[in-house]
């Protein structure tokens, strides 16, 4: 359906409805005045009634009544009642001149009827019928409900009065069948009258609407180019010069632009979903007059807000909280100089770093780019990629140093075991250096040995588990120390599976190295937690103790090969647990201070995360 018979429908329409309106109006203040006409109408023959019955009854207190009897004043009230010629002749006047009249009568304060225009009803107690001002006050659609629905008697009711008392009551039925006998016509005069004015309404709408929207099919097609990136098809002939030709013309220049801008942001908006896809960064995306058009995942996280309420909103809109991040972000923008990865706190304590750039095309501004980084992340992503490197630096030394120094050792060792057969009868002090001189040569050889086999690559021998059931034996394993040192242990672990694919063993030794290190860390006992979770994609393990913490300078050397606090230790387990986890694509952080507790958390890629990226990287392959 084409953009002109759409409008040309709208307008029809608009035109019928606005028609179809006023005739439901029409038709229903005409229903209301035929109710109200029967409204006083009843009205008058209750009140002609009323004055015929007040005329017919003297005055009591003349005659040989018993006033103070009311049963005898009731007996004489009927009488004359009913004897009146008057209002006897009034109340079958009432229903047979009255079209829609069903009965009138004449009833005392108990409710029986005195008199009545059915004469079986006579002295017999009338029951109450609903007011007929009920239907009058009704609203249209329930008037015809009422109306042509069963048949419903309404009363109109006058009191009457005997010497300022009342004694009785004139009632006048009306029955919906002789009011709806009464109105059907008129509705249906109104009802053939509204359909005729609608049908002539949509006839002229058609036709006006046609005529108006004439030149509406040109403009449509040249819309249609415009949307659709069709340049050539604008550039027609030269366009007529009235009012058609000039909004041709504007319609033209508008496609023009339309397709130039459309061009730019398409390469730009490609550009930036390429980096998007790339980076954890924060980043969202600027038009020229400061409104977001692209938000990445990590910038909700930043900003504490869905991107549903970022994207279309201004920069003055988005930071205006007054925060450190949203003044340094609007003074750039209202100054158009760019910031460099400029340092500031966060809503949420972090250290945040903050670049703002600004797009240009041909030296002209189209937008802006604002990049958010976790400055923590940044810092601690560095100190791993430097310890990395001295790792893997001290590791190549030390394989070459472990083999040369292995030879000799071996050659000693067996030399020295010549040297003690040979002297077998040698004094006990010689004999007992030389056990000496062995004992150490032996226990050389094990530092050496386990010199190389750190540094010798692992062939990982994976499996799919669940990092629940590897912690829960981890803890059986440390039970004895546990309890030796007083430490009850907690666990708080979900009620869903957390797998991993890791090697079982080598994961089991990093995480045993960890919490035997806080088991030792609270010599007077104390609580250790053991934790489990899910964090974006990551399955991670967190052991808390309550230890007396761990100092800055301490922390950043922990994971160093044969660095140790303890007299005993050996310095290999932490840099154990650090390799382990680089293996397995993970890594290990401690959070600590100078006070009570320490917490380190081991983060390992959950199974989904490591099902996407070995995909991704047989299509890479591919």
Request: net charge neutral; glycine share 8%; proline share 4%.
């Amino acid at each position: 359906m084409s953009r002109r018979t759409k409008i040309v429908l709208a307008v029809t329409l608009l035109i019928t409805a606005t028609v179809s309106v006023f005739a439901y109006v029409y038709i229903s203040q005409m229903l209301r005045q035929r109710v109200m006409w029967a409204d006083e109408t009843v009205g008058i023959v209750a009140a002609t009634l009323a004055y015929d019955a007040k005329n017919a009854v003297p005055d009591l207190t003349s005659t040989r009544v018993d006033t103070t009897n009311p049963e005898k004043l009731r007996i004489a009230i009927k009488e004359y009642l009913q004897t009146d010629t008057n209002l006897n002749g009034a109340v079958q006047s009432a229903v047979s001149n009255a079209a829609i009249v069903y009965d009138v009568a004449v009833l005392d304060a108990n409710g029986r009827a005195l008199l009545h225009s059915n004469p079986t009803e006579l002295g017999k107690l009338i029951a109450e019928r609903p007011p007929f001002r009920l239907l009058r006050d009704e609203k249209f659609q329930r008037q015809l409900r009422w109306l042509y629905g069963p048949l419903t008697v309404y009363d109109v009711n006058l009191p009457l009065e005997l010497d300022g008392a009342p004694f009785g009551t004139v009632r006048v039925g009306v029955s919906t069948v002789f009011l709806r006998r009464e109105i059907t016509p008129l509705l249906q005069r109104s009802l053939y009258l509204g359909l005729a004015a609608i049908a002539l309404a949509l006839l002229l709408g058609a036709g006006v609407a046609h005529l108006a929207l004439g030149p509406l099919k040109e403009l449509s097609r040249n819309l249609d180019s415009m949307s659709v990136g069709a340049g050539e098809a604008l550039d027609g002939p030269q366009p007529r010069q009235d009012e058609y030709g000039r909004v041709t013309s504007k319609i033209a220049d508008l496609g023009r632009q339309m397709r130039d801008t459309n061009q730019i942001f398409s390469a730009l908006k490609d550009n930036v979903e390429q980096v998007m896809t790339k980076l954890q960064d924060g980043l969202m995306l600027f038009t020229r007059d400061g409104r977001v058009v692209l938000v990445s995942a990590s910038a909700e996280r930043f900003l504490g807000r869905p991107r549903r309420e970022i994207l279309g909103r201004t920069a003055e809109e988005i930071f205006a909280d007054g925060s450190p991040l949203g003044e340094t972000v609007l003074r750039a923008f209202r100054s158009h100089q760019t910031v460099r990865q400029r340092e500031l706190d966060g809503q949420d304590g972090r250290r945040l770093e903050v670049s703002v750039d600004f797009i240009q095309e041909q030296g002209t501004p189209i937008g802006g780019l604002l990049t958010i980084r976790d400055a923590e992340s940044v810092r601690r992503i560095g100190d791993e990629i430097e310890l990395s490197r001295r790792l893997s630096a001290s590791g190549r030394v030390t394989r070459n140093v472990g083999h040369e120094v292995k030879n000799p050792i071996n050659a000693i060792s067996l030399h020295l075991q010549l040297l003690q057969n040979k002297l077998q009868q040698a004094e006990p002090d010689t004999r007992r250096h030389l056990d000496v001189i062995g004992s150490e040569i032996h226990r050389l050889d094990r530092v050496v040995q386990i010199l190389v086999d750190f540094t010798r690559p692992h062939d990982l021998k994976l499996e799919e588990l669940d990092l629940r059931k590897l912690l829960e034996n981890t803890i059986v394993l440390t039970g004895p120390d546990a309890r030796q040192h007083g430490v009850v242990v907690m666990r708080e672990f979900p009620d869903e599976p957390l797998l991993v694919k890791v090697d079982s063993d080598l994961m089991k030794q990093a995480v045993l190295n960890i919490v035997l290190n806080a088991v030792q860390a609270m010599p007077e006992g104390g609580i250790l937690t053991v934790a489990a979770r899910r964090e974006e994609g990551m399955v991670v393990a967190e052991i808390r103790d309550q230890g007396p913490g761990m100092p800055t300078e301490i922390r950043e050397r922990v994971f160093e090969l044969y660095f140790t606090t303890k007299k005993d230790g050996s310095g290999i387990g932490l840099a154990q647990t650090y390799q382990i986890m680089q293996w397995h694509f993970g890594s290990v952080e401690f959070d600590s201070a100078e006070g009570p507790g320490t917490t380190c958390r081991l983060r390992l890629p959950g199974l989904e995360i490591r099902q996407e990226a070995a995909v991704a990287a047989g299509q890479e392959a591919s």
